[in-house]
């Protein structure tokens, strides 16, 4: 990575196409589709964000469980296509943890993601049929010490 930068903030109005189209490509359909869901989530969640040379390279929106201290649930995760494979989207998932003072970061994806979080560090767990045909599993990384 070349002058790579990590923000923690909401996302400007300037960058909500930038991160809808990063997300889309990485959750799948169409940019319409998931501009909806992400919308939603964009606004809700706490959005970390990583720039390489300017350009967004990866977005994590992750929402704090207020029942649970130290918890954290990634909602969506994305990097985008021409920048995979560089660690961005491992760097905004580090980056969540530590910087949101996170012990147990945790997603639930199905099996195509499965090994993005495995390369991640995530232990993984079957959770079976979820949806008819549809297997999912659940993502933790935890056991974190608190950042000061």
Do not use: K, Q, W
Request: hydrophobic content about 40%; charged content about 30%; proline content about 4%.
């Amino acid at each position: 990575m070349t002058d790579a930068r990590v923000v923690v903030s909401p996302v400007p109005d300037t960058e909500i196409d930038d991160v809808v189209a990063v997300l889309a490509d990485a959750v799948g359909g169409t940019r319409s589709t998931v501009a909806v869901r992400a919308a939603r989530i964009i606004r809700t969640t706490t959005n970390v964000r990583a720039y390489d040379d300017g350009r967004l390279a990866a977005v994590a929106c992750v929402a704090v469980d207020p029942r649970a201290t130290g918890r954290g649930v990634v909602e969506l995760v994305g990097t985008d296509a021409e920048l995979r494979g560089r660690g961005h989207a491992r760097t905004v998932l580090e980056s969540a943890a530590c910087r949101l003072g996170l012990t147990e970061l945790v997603a639930e994806t199905d099996a195509e993601a499965v090994g993005f979080y495995r390369r991640c560090g995530f232990d993984v767990v079957s959770l079976g049929e979820r949806y008819p045909g549809v297997e999912r599993f659940r993502c933790r990384l935890g056991d974190r010490p608190p950042s000061n």
